[in-house]
């Protein structure tokens, strides 16, 4: 398969992501009973307005990101998007049996643009669907992309941490999530990822055998 349609094949396969998200809705509501893991630690954390301009921008930063990693590393972006389709189907299978609630919301009191920002995102969040963070699970999921990179260039490497970072910090800075839906989400991708580089080389590697052993038969 030429490059280009090796591109094409992974914006294609990209698509699973945005069609994945739409049970999300379904699954955010407390209908099957909630649980809370919010720590003393959290309560201590404040509100930090600006915060909510990473946060917004998580989804616009995403795609941006990740349809740069298709067309730069075909096999990196399969491995990535494998990784965040099966991250989602770990979160909606854990909302499901176990439902969290976010910490507690304050009051956001200004007419201020950052205020109405904030003030729209918990209109139209639900605080639930929390453990782990799919906002930080994904974020994580691009800082851990870019390690595996050979051809990365060093401002795109920490642009790519420092936004990621934002918007982890973000979650719990506007209260929409504790540490330990941070903690979790973090995890759950390195795992995930362990695992798909495994099976990813597994698969590979008797296919390079075979031809090398036949190729090898040939010439003798």
Known sequence: MNKKWKIVSMLCFLLSIPAMMLVYPYLNTPARGVHTLITSLDNAIPVVNWFVIPYVAWVGYLTITLVYFCFKD?????????????GLLSCFTIY?????????????????FLSQIL??????????????????MSSYLMIRTIRNCSWKKWWIQW??????????LATLFIK???????????????CLFKIVDVVHD????PKRSVKSVAKKSFSA
């Open 74 to 86: 075909s096999t990196l972006a399969f491995k990535m998007i494998l990784v965040f389709d099966l």
């Open 96 to 112: 499901y049996f176990y439902q969290t609630v976010g910490p507690v919301r304050p009051e956001i009191i200004g007419d201020d």
């Open 119 to 136: 003030q729209y995102v918990y209109k139209i969040d639900q605080p639930y669907n929390c453990f782990p963070s799919i906002h930080v």
């Open 159 to 168: 642009g790519i941490r420092c936004f990621s970072i934002s918007i982890i």
């Open 176 to 190: 929409q999530h504790v540490l330990m839906d941070v903690f979790a989400s973090i995890l759950l991708v390195e």
């Open 202 to 205: 597994w698969l590979l590697v």
